[in-house]
């Protein structure tokens, strides 16, 4: 039996392209290893988005050499391979600068690694292949392995957006939508197998325009009304989502689908129309309000978290008070944030208006605070409240179990191993910075809470 392991940087969907990788090679005999040193083959499977992503994919790659040479000397040999986005982007210059590396392959071209293997096996030198034929890719692909109670699942990618920012259009293509039919397929074979929730990826995923089951195209609403009607599917959710494509059946959708979980991650990155427009985000800081105030109109309890990108170039005190003046007016429940910092090729790391590296540091820790701040104010809201929560996992206490709200908050709750893959009701004891603590609700306890 050989061995693989693989390390995955970066987004939920190279966590789901790494269990696809993962599911491809089983059937060469590829079994999970522990760590590289246990391992025949090592993929790395890389993201492009982080600030010196592809520094630290070759200094991994030094490391992987070490270890290729060493299994060498007592007769073993090692495959690896660098997938991903930094292998679509570098692809001849991860070649050219680490010669241990037999396979390079891009996000829309994983699914031929078992004609890739076969490919080195046979001839001498390297295996490069970063088209972009993301339908062949999702047709080529076997179903997916058991997977346990929650499960990512791809249906979209690519980006026709063009932030100024950002490398996925180039990494990863143009927009892509997979067949209904094809989903669906996944989508039960996932629950059959135990997946009571299912997260729904694309770089935009409410961009979605995939073939329907009436050969029309189907818009995001269109797919989760279908998946809702799936049996044993309890939970549906999707990111990451763009503003200009929250359409009008999606905010209805979030209104009509008990399924569907009240909870959006819908990133603006900036509260400045300027800055905005030098992004190329094509909406304004109020089409985003506007936008909140129609969704929470539909589901007045739904949660928001975001994403911002501080310091971007040209971005003035004027315009970083504006974002500060929208997160304010929003109350985010969650939100990511970070330093811009230039990636290659992109159209903002031409741009000669950066801003000093001290400024967007203290920045950032300015909206970092102001963003913790309405974390705890929505998480202590739930103190002594009961909510649904979907134990997915042990925890590390005997007896507890972790699982998931609504909201995305991590939920741990003592006597209830025996609740994993299931809902329950919990009720909120404790609040900590990431994550709450709860007592489970028994018949008794909550008939008295209803006659109360």
């Not at 090679?25 to 090592?42: E, F, I, K, S």
């Not at 304004?284 to 971007?312: K, M, N």
């Not at 315009?319 to 903002?348: C, H, I, M, Q, W």
Request: with cysteine; net charge neutral.
């Amino acid at each position: 039996m050989k061995k693989l392991f693989i390390k995955t940087y970066g987004c939920q969907m190279n966590v789901y392209d790494s269990a696809r990788m993962a599911d491809l090679l089983a059937p060469l005999g590829y079994a999970p290893a522990d760590t590289p040193r246990d391992a025949d083959m090592v993929i790395l499977n890389t993201c492009h988005v982080r600030e010196k992503a592809s520094e630290k994919v070759f200094s991994e790659l030094g490391k992987l050499k070490e270890l290729k040479d060493e299994k060498a000397a007592n007769g073993n040999q090692m495959v690896i391979a660098v997938a991903g986005c930094v292998a679509q982007a570098e692809g001849e210059e991860i070649v050219r600068r680490q010669k241990a590396v037999d396979i390079v392959v891009g996000p829309q071209s994983y699914h031929r690694l078992p004609e890739l293997i076969a490919r080195i096996s046979r001839e001498k030198g390297h295996a490069l292949e970063t088209d972009f034929p993301a339908q062949d890719k999702f047709d080529s692909l076997p179903e997916s392995s058991a997977p346990g109670v929650t499960s990512f699942l791809t249906v979209q990618e690519g980006c026709d957006k063009f932030c100024t920012f950002c490398v996925v259009p180039y990494t990863r293509g143009a927009e892509y939508s997979r067949p209904v039919a094809q989903i669906l397929r996944e989508a039960r074979n996932l629950v059959d197998r135990g997946v009571r929730e299912i997260t729904l990826l694309g770089q935009n995923v409410n961009a979605f325009n995939g073939e329907g089951l009436d050969s029309a195209r189907w818009t995001l609403a269109q797919l989760i009304r279908s998946l809702s009607e799936i049996d044993g599917l309890a939970r549906i959710r999707y990111m990451t989502s763009h503003p200009r494509d929250m359409g009008e059946d999606l905010i209805a959708a979030h209104r009509d689908i008990e399924q569907l979980m009240p909870y959006l991650h819908l990133p603006v990155q900036s509260g400045s129309d300027s800055i905005l427009r030098s992004m190329n985000r094509q909406h304004t800081a109020d089409d985003y309000l506007r936008l909140v105030d129609r969704i929470r109109t539909a589901r007045p309890e739904l949660a928001l978290s975001s994403d911002f990108i501080i310091g971007f170039p040209g971005e003035s005190d004027k315009d970083f008070e504006a974002t500060l003046k929208l997160v304010r007016e929003v109350k985010f429940a969650s939100a990511f944030s970070f330093k811009y910092s230039p990636r290659p090729g992109t159209p903002a790391a031409a741009s000669v208006k950066h801003v000093p590296e001290d400024v967007k540091t203290e920045r950032l820790e300015i909206l970092k605070d102001l963003l913790l701040e309405q974390q705890r104010v929505f998480n202590n809201d739930f103190r002594g409240r009961t909510i649904p929560v979907l134990f997915d996992k042990l925890g590390r206490k005997s007896g507890q179990a972790i699982g998931r709200s609504p909201y995305l908050q991590a939920v741990h709750a003592d006597n209830a191993e025996h609740f994993v893959g299931q809902i329950q009701d919990v009720k909120i004891e404790g609040v900590f910075p990431n994550s709450l603590k709860g007592a489970l609700i028994d018949d008794q306890t909550r008939t008295h809470e209803i006659a109360c």
